[in-house]
């Protein structure tokens, strides 16, 4: 059983920096894509950020691009969001989320993937 376990959100204002961290448990941590996603109060939840399983390639929606950094450690089985410059549109629950095949690209993880539990990041001042 897949499981990923967010941590790091807060309160923050704008300006500020965050890092989110997801750790994954229950399979092979390497072969598979991983990706953030976020759904603020009221609306949809969209993709952020994707990483392939590689780490060769990433994607980022532009809203977050040069602001927003994914990264991963395979050998702590763990997926990163370096998030600067924070503004008050990036207040959400940001969720993260692994790519159920294996070997997908950055963007394979934007659809039907498994998620974690969430957690808020809140921007304001």
């Known amino acids: 059983q897949v499981q990923l376990v967010e941590s790091g959100g807060g309160a923050m204002q704008p300006g500020d920096s965050l890092r989110l961290s997801c750790i994954v448990s229950?399979?092979?941590?390497?072969?598979?894509?991983m990706g953030w996603h976020r759904q603020a109060p009221g609306k949809a939840r969209e993709f952020v950020a994707g990483i392939s399983w590689s780490g060769t390639s990433t994607y980022y929606r532009d809203s977050v691009k040069g602001r927003f950094t994914i990264s991963r450690d395979n050998a702590k089985n763990t997926v990163y969001l370096q998030m600067n410059s924070l503004l008050p549109e990036d207040t959400a629950v940001y969720y993260c989320?692994?790519?159920?095949?294996?070997?997908?690209?950055?963007?394979?993880?934007?659809?039907?993937?498994?998620w974690g539990q969430g957690t808020q990041v809140s921007v304001s001042s």
């Open positions: 229950g399979r092979a941590f390497d072969w598979y894509a």
């Open positions: 989320a692994a790519d159920q095949t294996r070997f997908g690209s950055a963007h394979d993880v934007a659809v039907n993937p498994y």
